[in-house]
């Protein structure tokens, strides 16, 4: 038997997916004669034989059959589309619809939105929407695409064409073949696009039709119920009088029935007993006071609420399985503790610590990770704790890293991480997160390459300027000009490849400064030297370079001229010929 295939709607904000959403129901709503369409917890449930009377002649049009019970559409507002979809993972969502504005194209949250859609390898199709914001478009209210498109001027016509195939080739960037539903020969391998309009309600039956015809041709075996045991995610966790804490589920598989067995997978597996399953009146009868009726049974795909003892510290994402047989209960949870497991892992190599809020967000988290080439040390849902924190205290510098992805951070980790010096890294949008990271690590980057600049040994060659010794020794002061390279302070002089004193301290108008470059004339204080006897006015001195300190140069030669490469290798050379015997370690 086939269930209702489920269905969730992504796409940029503002790209209509309210609007379509609110027209899907309209519109079935307004054939309510033929069953109408029945609300469920965060789902539409449209039947099949109101699937028929919205789409009316195009099934025959396109020989489709509909053999499934109805389509299961889940309700998702703009900004929580991503975190429903993180929520239920990859084993819920059968299909989804990219909502895009035609006018628009790909945007940022499109893009995101199929990243989450690789990640869970959820099929989809994309509805194009805004086609009555096309200019000089002639709405066709509530008509096919196709019969629509048709009685549009040829300017129109060409203009669709246009903003089609400019998403053809967006999509295409993004890897996927796409085309206009019309055209495809092969759907398992082309992405199909349906302009339509959630204003007019043009393209709405094509895709109902799309959508009902890919469930029941490439997701047969998916969708068939495979037994009596239901299996769900759970959508979110509510406090509802009389009952106390209760869990709106969406079972995709199965059967569930009050006083049923209630296996609940997380950090530790929970196992409670149905006490009440609550459905949604339709729609109609939703203004009446008692806006839920307790049910016996139900039967995936739905959408239901459900009322059970020991709910606390259950969450959003986790697995439940409902069944009547009590000696099933072990396979489920040893089940249960496999799936977490297949995502969760700790490592021996280096890396970051992630922690997310669901096996969903994580499974999604590591895999934008391994994308970006980012290392994992451990991943697990949960909070961030002090153990975390630890952990991460053993990592190199940049992995010294936890992601902490719509979860809390212990007070006791949040003070350890302060005093480690470990980066926590808080955010509800994985790419906020990865961006986030990301720019740190380029700053830190950047803050060592220049910490490592700045402590150079560099070459320098220097001329005592003649008429400006200010005393002769203890330390000899004397006027210089930089001739080549950078002078810095606590470095060797050498003349003639021997050594005359050290540099301690270089002012430039009365103030002390680090170094002086090409050009620059100051005044130095050398230790060790005398005027007049190892050294004298006019006498060109170097400081002392090694090979070590020319190699440690190579990897700025982007920012170092090439004379002072040259600076260095003389003094190099120099040194060789006269047998220097300064240790190399100074």
């Given at each position: ?9 992504l ?18 709503i307004a ?12 789902a539409?449930?449209?039947?099949k ?6 789409c009316?002649d195009i ?7 509909l ?10 507002p ?17 299909l989804?619809?990219?909502v ?12 995101e ?21 096309i ?15 048709n009685?549009q001027?040829?300017?129109?016509k ?5 903003l089609?195939?400019?998403?053809v ?25 349906i302009?339509?309009s959630g204003?007019?309600g043009?393209g ?12 029941q ?19 979110e966790?509510?406090e ?14 199965g059967?569930?029935h ?51 003892p ?9 697995p ?13 949870k040893?089940?249960?503790k ?14 970051i610590i ?12 590591i ?12 991943a697990?849902?949960?909070?961030v704790?002090k ?5 991460a ?20 980790a ?8 470990i980066k926590i ?18 700053r830190?980057?950047e803050?060592?390459k ?8 560099r070459?320098?060659?220097?001329k005592?300027?003649p ?30 490849g ?34 007049g ?9 170097y ?28 003094i190099?050379?120099?040194l060789?010929?006269?047998?220097t ?6």
């Open positions: 038997m086939l269930r209702q295939p489920i269905i969730c709607v796409g940029h904000v503002d790209h209509g997916k309210t609007t379509l959403l609110d027209k899907i129901r309209a519109t079935a054939a309510k004669e033929a069953g109408g369409i029945t609300q469920a917890i965060g539409t449930e449209i039947p034989d109101t699937i028929e009377k919205i009316g099934l025959k049009k396109y020989n489709i059959k053999e499934i019970p109805g389509l299961l559409i889940l309700d998702t703009g900004h929580e589309a991503f975190s429903l979809l993180r929520r239920i993972g990859g084993s819920c969502a059968d989804a619809i990219l895009i504005d035609i006018n628009e194209g790909v945007q940022a949250q499109t893009k939105s199929i990243e989450y859609l690789k990640t869970f390898r959820t099929p989809f199709v994309v509805a194009a929407t805004k086609i009555d914001r200019p000089g478009w002639i709405p066709q209210k509530d008509k096919p695409f196709i019969e629509s498109f009685k001027p040829e300017h129109v060409q203009k669709l064409e246009e089609v195939y400019t998403l080739a967006q999509l295409s960037e993004l890897g996927f073949d796409a085309e206009r539903f019309d055209r495809i020969s092969d759907f398992k391998k082309t992405v199909a696009i302009p339509c204003v007019t043009e709405i039956q094509e895709l109902l039709m799309i959508i009902s015809g890919l469930a041709v490439f997701l047969k075996e998916k969708i068939k119920i495979k037994g009596e045991i239901a299996y769900g995610s759970i959508l966790v509510k509802m009088k009389g009952f106390g804490t209760v869990i709106d589920v969406i079972f995709y598989d059967e569930a009050k006083g049923d067995w209630l296996v609940i997978g997380g950090e530790e597996i929970k196992v409670t007993k149905i006490k009440a399953i609550l459905k949604p009146k339709p729609l109609s009868e939703l203004r009446t006071e008692k806006r839920f009726e307790n049910v016996s049974s139900v039967k995936a795909a739905c959408g239901v609420r459900i009322a059970a020991d709910l606390e510290g259950v969450k959003a994402g986790m439940v399985v409902a069944l009547s047989n009590e000696k099933e209960i072990e396979k489920i040893e089940m249960l496999k799936d977490i497991q297949s995502v969760e892992f700790e490592t021996t190599g280096e890396g992630v922690k997310a809020d669901t096996l969903g967000s994580l499974d999604a988290l895999n934008v990770l391994k994308k970006e080439n980012i290392p994992i040390k451990k697990e849902v949960g909070n704790s153990n975390d924190v630890m952990l205290d053993t990592q190199e510098k940049y992995n010294r890293v936890i992601l902490a992805f719509n979860v809390e951070i212990d007070k006791d949040e003070i350890e991480a302060k005093n480690r010096k890294f808080s955010s509800n949008v994985i790419y906020k997160l990865i961006e986030d990271f990301n720019t740190w690590i380029e830190e980057k803050r060592e220049k910490e490592k600049f700045e402590a150079l040994r070459p320098a060659k220097i005592i300027l008429g400006f010794v200010f005393r002769q020794s203890k330390p000899a002061i004397v006027g210089i000009e930089v001739l080549e390279g950078v002078l810095k302070r606590e470095v060797k002089l050498i003349k003639n021997k050594e005359i004193g050290e540099i301690k301290e270089i002012q430039s108008e009365g103030q002390t400064i680090e170094s002086a470059k090409k050009g620059d004339r100051v005044a130095i204080s050398i230790e060790g030297a005398v005027i006897r190892n050294v004298k006015e006019g006498d060109i001195l400081t002392y370079f090694t090979k070590e300190d020319l190699k440690a140069m190579e990897e700025f030669k982007n920012e170092i001229p090439s004379e002072e490469f040259e600076l260095g290798k003389e190099i050379e120099m060789k010929k006269a047998s015997n300064i240790s190399s370690k100074i």
